[in-house]
């Protein structure tokens, strides 16, 4: 580059948040503190329903979100990030109430206190991926666990379940999605 060039523009970094493509929130003890527009479209809400808030009120059930943060923090304690594919619910809008597939990446910014601050990206896969059964919190569950590859043995320990329970679970889901085999419910549930 020509040393006589003008020099790059300082960087708005508070622009940059507000207008990046994916969801974006600031958390405190998994309280947003602060979210963008694409969060806020995503959901369903205006940043004033949001900030203040607990992540709880975009998820599902109660349970759903308790179990994953349950999950999250040995992960974060250990790396700092963690990441996964999971059903979300729409907030307001016409949408109120929807689920649907969301890909969510967090880092912590305290590896000794996971929860204590982070900052969390927010992926819609809705329009690759719908959510056509109604499912139960554990359903749900077991079925983000098959979407990543993991095995009965494997998704029964992260949920702290037997791994005979995970296949009554496995077994509902193919009778929702009328699947015939377990690569055949995942091509399904991949499809919607």
């Known amino acids: 580059m020509n040393a006589a060039a003008s020099p790059l523009p300082e960087v708005d970094y508070r622009l940059a948040f507000d207008l990046a493509p994916v969801g974006l929130a600031l958390?405190?003890?998994?309280?947003?503190?602060?979210c963008n527009q694409a969060l806020c479209d995503m959901f369903g809400a205006s940043r004033e329903q949001l900030v203040g808030q607990s992540f709880q009120i975009l998820y599902p059930s109660a349970?759903?979100?308790?179990?994953t943060g349950a999950r999250m923090?040995?992960?974060?304690?250990?790396?700092?990030?963690?990441?996964?594919?999971r059903i979300m619910k729409r907030v307001g809008g016409r949408s109120q109430g929807e689920t649907f597939w969301c890909h969510v990446t967090g880092r912590a910014l305290r590896l000794d206190a996971p929860h204590?601050?982070?900052?969390?990206?927010f992926e819609d896969?809705?329009?690759r991926r719908t959510v056509k059964a109604e499912l139960t919190a554990r359903e749900r569950e077991v079925a983000a666990?098959?979407?990543?590859?993991?095995?009965?043995?494997?998704?029964?320990?992260a949920l702290a379940i037997s791994h005979r329970t995970v296949?009554?679970?496995?077994?509902?889901l193919m009778r929702k999605y009328e699947?015939?085999?377990?690569?055949?419910?995942?091509?399904?549930?991949?499809?919607g």
Not at 63 to 67: C, P, T, V
Not at 116 to 121: D, E, N, P, R
Not at 181 to 187: K, R, V
Request: no cysteine; glycine share 8%.
């Open 63 to 67: 349970d759903e979100y308790e179990r």
């Open 73 to 85: 923090a040995p992960l974060l304690g250990r790396s700092g990030t963690y990441a996964d594919d």
């Open 179 to 191: 699947a015939h085999s377990t690569p055949d419910l995942m091509q399904r549930l991949l499809s």
């Open 125 to 127: 896969l809705s329009s």
């Open 116 to 121: 204590a601050a982070g900052i969390w990206s």
């Open 27 to 34: 958390s405190r003890q998994r309280i947003m503190v602060d």
């Open 167 to 172: 296949e009554i679970y496995r077994a509902r």
């Open 145 to 157: 666990f098959l979407m990543d590859g993991l095995t009965s043995k494997q998704i029964g320990k």
